[in-house]
């Protein structure tokens, strides 16, 4: 067939989805841990919602939305992240009045048009987190121990670094803008085309830019943490603390700024040894004036997204452990028919089991063990009629003969058996 998936945008085939699937029972446990809910916004929402939300001078609003008009003339995209469509929701449903403390996390597909490489698609899936309604430092703490939580049960303490920062308030953050202003203003003839822009619509950025002669250039630029105010000191202060009662491991790095307008105080990312330039797995901060520029109360909140591709180019393989039982049977309609009803009895009974009738003895074994079953009940004229079924362990090749009519019970043993021996 010519026609093929659109470019950046990849499927997700069988043999990779025991590791997705393990990303996602993961996160789910550990936010069950820490009593976040989930929250399934759709995949579209009007262009509004994303030009207040997330800022018109990021590379998200400017260059990488899926935006169109639909049928009705309204202009709708596809969401490029998450944060800004759980907190329509919220202030949408009211979610606040009920509890003024929000914990809520949310999976699925994000969309930016992106140029694709290694690491980075135009559909990609983000594990995203959002905590509303706790001002302090240890909510802070605690929503970074959980991001931190959760890469290191995928991937190790030892693969991950978390690096944090606080990025200061509406009352610091100018004082600071303006020394970066004038020290890039220095620096004019080695930045790059977008960071000459940015350096006086938002200096910040530039401190982000992954162009190399712009990561040289800001080398000795001042850093946030000399502006901080009082307020905002204390809150960092009260941060780490949290985060070593935590036991997180992580670094201070005056430079970390994140992509988004709407970040004040907290901001932290996970980076991975040994993803290459696309080595971010997770980032997020605390922004104080979102959920009001939405619309809402002035409530504010503190989360977090990870790239669940990217977690998951890091795990190992992850082998998809089939328990059950494959039913074999002689090619004869009487002994065809005795085993779908012993594929219907063991599914009844909770035990996986499949069958492939219509070939030969041999190809229906090699499909078992293609298929990694344990087990084999294999069915023929003689067991049918002396009311028997012979059961082959596949891994040893030993077989046994079982009666009929206690065979759920022999093989929810051995099946347990089989487990205890691979555990
Ligand atoms: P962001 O929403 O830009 O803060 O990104 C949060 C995380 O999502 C990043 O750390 C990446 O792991 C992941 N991510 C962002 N953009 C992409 C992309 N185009 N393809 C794959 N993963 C991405």
């Given amino acids: 067939m010519d026609i093929k998936a659109i470019r950046g945008m990849n499927d997700i ?11 996602e029972d993961t996160a789910r446990r550990i936010f069950s841990l820490y009593g976040f809910s989930e929250l399934r916004p759709p995949v579209m929402e009007r262009t509004e919602l994303f030009l207040r939300g997330i800022g018109d001078d990021t590379d998200v609003v400017e260059k990488q939305m899926y935006t169109f008009t639909d049928k009705g003339g309204d202009s709708v995209t596809l969401r490029p992240e998450a944060t800004a469509c759980v907190l329509r929701s919220v202030i949408e449903h009211g979610l606040l009045n009920a509890d003024p403390v929000q914990k809520l996390y949310s999976i699925g597909p994000m969309f930016r048009y992106e140029r694709p490489q290694k690491g980075r698609y ?111 000191r204390g ?36 980076t991975a040894v040994g993803l290459g330039s696309q080595n971010a797995v997770a980032g997020g901060g605390r922004y104080d004036d979102l959920l009001s520029i939405l619309g809402g109360p002035p409530v504010g909140g503190i989360g977090f997204a990870f790239g669940m591709e990217r977690l998951i180019m890091l795990m190992g393989e992850v082998q998809d452990r089939v328990s059950g039982c ?80 206690g065979v759920i019970q022999e093989i929810t043993s051995m099946l347990a058996e089989n487990k205890g021996e691979r555990a």
């Fill in 326 to 405: 494959f039913v074999v049977a002689q090619a004869d309609p009487a002994v065809e028919l005795a085993a779908l009803g012993l594929i219907a009895e063991l599914r009844a009974a909770g035990i996986p089991a499949e069958a492939a009738f219509g070939r030969s003895f041999k190809a229906q074994m090699r499909r078992a063990d293609r298929a990694g079953y344990p087990l084999c009940a294999i069915i023929g004229e003689e067991e049918l009629a002396s009311g028997t079924l012979t059961v082959r362990d596949m891994q040893s090749a030993s077989q046994a003969k079982i009666t009929r009519s």
């Fill in 13 to 23: 085939l069988p043999r990779e989805a025991a590791r997705w699937r393990l990303v």
């Fill in 122 to 232: 135009r559909q990609f899936h983000q594990i995203n987190a959002e905590r509303l309604g706790e001002d302090g430092p240890f909510a802070d703490a605690e929503t970074l121990a959980l991001a931190y939580d959760l890469a290191s049960a995928v991937l190790g303490r030892d693969a991950l670094l978390m690096e944090v920062n606080s990025l200061g308030c509406k009352a610091c953050r100018p004082g600071f803008k303006g020394a970066l202003e004038e020290f890039l203003a220095s620096k004019q003839d080695v930045l790059c085309g977008d960071c000459m822009r940015r350096m006086h619509t938002n200096p910040l950025r530039v401190l982000d830019c992954k162009v190399e002669s712009c990561r040289q250039a800001v080398q000795g630029a001042p850093s946030m943490e000399a502006y901080l105010c009082d307020a905002c």
């Fill in 235 to 270: 809150h960092f202060d009260g941060v780490l603390k949290g985060l070593h009662v935590f036991g997180v491991r992580f670094e201070r790095n005056p430079r970390l700024v994140r992509g988004l307008d709407y970040y004040t105080r907290t901001t932290f990312e996970i």
